[in-house]
């Protein structure tokens, strides 16, 4: 357990926000990002100010543990810096949750399942997470953050047959759309917008019906597929096999044509996330016949969020989100 512990931290100080140490210029180059040391602490995540927590699932309610199986949930905030500031996770997950924030002002009826990323070790709860809601809420929309199951590792690389990740997303969203009326929402304007991890999740959960649990009551016969998906640095879903410019999908990755209208969003610089994933996907969500926009930019890196620093795409992709959403409807 100790030294499952020591790589999740590892990996995870990796995985989502990459490090550029050593290099030198702006050109193709990752933003150089200052290291923090890691601190760790027992206890459950709660939400920031405004935030109601609700369980995914009844106590009762039997789950497929994480790897850890039932260590104590522990938050944390790690290193490097984003935009000169830490940024803090959640960690050994086994009850899922989501946290509803309502709109601020005008309520325009529209909802998005924000999903952090964490490369599946972990969930970033504040820079990936809250700090969207603020966003999301500022907007008009109702905004629910998901704390899904972790850590979860992808042995030698390849999807886990059953995705606990995925799992907890797809409830989330059967929740959202059944108690709409209870949240002042339009059950057909409910997205999702995933960041990293969190954004092959929001791949995943636009391409499938399918679930993997037994159906546990009426917010499961709900669609578990979002009506609109922003996906942000996504990675997991490009075959490497085939070489450089090879654009083929990982076997695991199955598209729908009823996958919903899609944005993508990608610094061309990603360290950890190779620019060609959503190149790949984005062709062929449109070979699919699925409508999809994309927004790449030189310069960014991996893991920025919206956290505003001298790359274009920190300051400009929340905007561009925003107008995209109006373009197709939702707002």
């Not at 002042?184 to 959960?205: C, E, N, P, R, T």
């Not at 597929?225 to 999908?249: C, H, M, Q």
């Not at 310069?299 to 620093?309: D, E, K, L, S, V």
Request: hydrophobic share 40%.
């Amino acid at each position: 357990m100790r030294i499952l512990r020591r790589i999740a931290l590892v990996v995870l100080a990796i995985g989502i926000a990459g490090t550029a140490s050593g290099q030198t210029g702006r050109r193709n180059s990752p933003p150089e990002r200052a290291s923090v040391p890691k601190v760790e602490h027992e206890g459950v995540w709660q939400p920031t100010p405004g935030g109601t927590q609700i369980p995914l699932w009844a106590a009762n309610v039997p789950l497929a543990k994480p790897d850890t199986g039932d260590h104590p949930e522990a938050t944390g905030n790690g290193s490097p810096l984003v935009a000169g500031r830490k940024w803090h996770w959640a960690s050994y997950i086994t009850r899922p949750t989501m946290t509803i924030y309502r709109p601020k002002g005008h309520n325009s009826g529209a909802a998005m399942l924000v999903i952090p990323g964490g490369g599946f070790y972990a969930v970033a709860t504040d820079l990936e997470g809250t700090e969207i809601c603020d966003w999301v809420t500022r907007n008009g929309m109702t905004c629910a953050m998901l704390k899904y199951r972790t850590p979860q590792v992808w042995q030698k690389h390849q999807r886990p047959k059953v995705l606990l990740g995925l799992e907890d997303a797809q409830r989330a969203m059967g929740l959202l759309r059944e108690h709409a009326a209870t949240y002042g929402i339009d059950s057909h304007k409910v997205g999702a917008i995933g960041f990293s991890a969190g954004a092959y999740l929001v791949i995943d959960m636009s391409n499938t019906e399918e679930r993997t649990y037994p159906l546990a009551d009426a917010a499961d016969r709900q669609s578990p597929r979002p009506d609109f998906a922003i996906i942000a640095y996504t990675a997991r879903v490009l075959d490497n096999s085939a070489g450089k410019n090879n654009l083929d999908l990982q076997p695991w990755v199955k598209i729908s044509p009823d996958a919903p209208q899609t944005l993508i969003i990608q610094a061309m610089n990603d360290p950890t996330d190779n620019i060609r994933n959503p190149m790949a996907y984005a062709l062929a969500l449109n070979d699919a016949g699925v409508p999809v926009d994309m927004r790449l930019y030189a310069n960014g890196g991996h893991a920025f969020g919206m956290r505003p620093t001298d790359d274009p795409v920190t300051r400009e992709w929340p905007d561009e989100a925003m107008q995209w959403l109006h373009d197709i409807g939702i707002l």
